[in-house]
Every structure is written in structure tokens, then in C-alpha cells.
């Protein structure tokens, strides 16, 4: 399937690549699918979405899909419908803090 994913200005810098990409992921699209196949395709972006060695999500790091934040469910839950079939993107998000 191929999946769309929305990306920071911050990441789309580092790995050359423009607001939006196209991954072809296989098995079910998940967090945890559409990550791994994003570092695979970009492996610049290794470590900067989710931990090296635990795999979870860095804290200023948001992701939505379909208008909602997806942020905290579990890495291999399945993800909206309308994302698996590219109708709608997954959103990386750099989140901001303070007052």
C-alpha cells in the first residue's frame, strides 16, 4: 500500500526530500510499519522521530491522521482506514512547549 506522511520542515531538510512522501509499506499501517519503512527509505531520519535503541517516540514529536492525534496510541495499533489507502496522510508533527 502506499502511504503518504506529512513531515517538518526540519526533517524534510535533512533528508532532501519536499513536504509530503509516498512509501509503499507492507502488513498492516501502523506507527511502527510507516516508521520503520521511513527510516529504511530515509535512513538519515534514524533517531530523529523515535528513540535508537527503544523505538519510541521523541517527546516533542506528535503524529496525527484523519484530524486526530494518534500520538500516544500503541506503535502497532492499526491506523485509520482512509491512511492505509493514501486517502488521507500521516502527519509527523514537531510539537511545541512553553508559555
Known amino acids: 500500500m502506499t ?3 506529512l513531515l517538518p520542515a526540519h526533517l524534510r ?7 509530503e512522501v509516498h512509501l509503499e509499506v507492507s502488513g498492516p499501517v ?16 534514524r533517531g530523529t ?6 523505538h519510541k517516540r521523541r517527546a516533542f514529536v506528535r503524529f496525527f491522521a484523519c484530524g486526530e492525534d494518534h500520538s500516544h496510541d500503541a ?8 491512511v492505509a489507502r493514501g ?9 511545541m512547549a512553553g508559555g
Open 30 to 45: 501502523t506507527q511502527r510499519t510507516i516508521l520503520d519503512t521511513l527510516e529504511a527509505t530515509y535512513p538519515v531520519l
Open 3 to 5: 502511504v503518504r506522511v
Open 75 to 82: 506503535p502497532d495499533d492499526p491506523l485509520p482506514e482512509a
Open 87 to 95: 486517502d488521507e496522510p500521516f502527519a509527523v508533527i514537531g510539537a
Open 13 to 19: 531538510n535533512l533528508a532532501q526530500t519536499g513536504p
Open 49 to 54: 522521530i523515535r528513540d535508537h535503541g527503544t
